[in-house]
């Protein structure tokens, strides 16, 4: 049994800044594919970010780009996520999520294509 805990999720002015953090625990079987998803209220999933643990590569949705930056930690088998320049658009619910596969352009930003997913943390962003 695997679990992802996400932790860092609170309450936000716009401008401001947070820092996700997901946690592998359990049964911890190497994941080569971490990332973030989120969801408002009243809508779909959105990919938010992901990032290879073999070669680093990180991918980005198009409302992430230029704000947030994805990082991993080997050592400690943890993900983060930095969100800077924080809008009351990026209000949702983060989810971490993870695979044993290594996901490319495509497969990475598919909701569907991930085996573990975290409870989620909640982000509120004031305007």
């Known amino acids: 049994q695997v679990q992802l805990a996400e932790s860092g999720g609170g309450f936000a002015q716009a401008g401001d800044s947070l820092r996700l953090s997901c946690a592998v625990s359990g049964r911890t079987f190497r994941m080569y594919t971490m990332g973030w998803f989120r969801q408002a209220p009243g809508k779909g999933r959105e990919f938010v970010a992901a990032?290879?643990?073999?070669?680093?590569?990180?991918y980005y949705g198009d409302s992430a780009k230029g704000r947030f930056t994805i990082s991993r930690d080997n050592a400690k088998n943890t993900m983060s996520l930095q969100m800077n320049m924080l809008k009351p658009e990026d209000t949702a619910r983060y989810y971490c999520?993870?695979?044993?596969?290594?996901?490319?352009?495509?497969?990475?930003?598919?909701?569907?294509?991930?085996?573990?997913w975290g409870r989620g943390t909640q982000v509120t962003v004031s305007s």
């Open positions: 999520v993870a695979d044993r596969r290594t996901f490319y352009s495509g497969s990475v930003y598919l909701s569907g294509e991930y085996d573990y």
């Open positions: 990032i290879n643990w073999n070669n680093g590569t990180t």
